[in-house]
Nanobody, 121 residues
Framework: QVQLVESGGGLVQPGGPLSLSCAASGMRFRLDYMGWYRQAPGKQRELVAAITSGGLTNYADSVKGRFTVSRDNAKPLAYLQMNSLKPEDTAVYYC???????????????WGKGTLVTVSS
């Protein structure tokens, strides 16, 4: 059974950086797709950023230029480097993954439990 565990959430001041990590385990084959999603209070969950094992990336317009997604296929780990954080970035951030590549983007099969990011002064 694939398991995803996020780490790195916390409280950060507006304009500050924060980095999230996602560790995957339990696979027999490589997870081609790894993505980050977030859900703010009272809002629907939305894609933040995604990356395939080949390095293809996809970002939400709201985070382009501020967030960077990356991965280490050998470990396997995915990362989300968040810079210039805004209060509206406050949300629970979830790592998600699948074997199907970018076709997974709308509904990946595997999800972590999430980590809370709070941007506030």
């Amino acid at each position: 059974q694939v398991q995803l565990v996020e780490s790195g959430g916390g409280l950060v001041q507006p304009g500050g950086p924060l980095s999230l990590s996602c560790a995957a385990s339990g696979m027999r084959f490589r997870l081609d797709y790894m993505g980050w999603y977030r859900q703010a209070p009272g809002k629907q969950r939305e894609l933040v950023a995604a990356i395939t094992s080949g390095g293809l990336t996809n970002y939400a317009d709201s985070v382009k230029g501020r967030f960077t997604v990356s991965r280490d296929n050998a470990k396997p780990l995915a990362y989300l480097q968040m810079n210039s954080l805004k209060p509206e970035d406050t949300a629970v951030y979830y790592c998600a993954a699948d074997f199907r590549g970018l076709a997974s983007i709308a509904s990946p099969n595997y999800w972590g439990k999430g980590t809370l990011v709070t941007v506030s002064s």
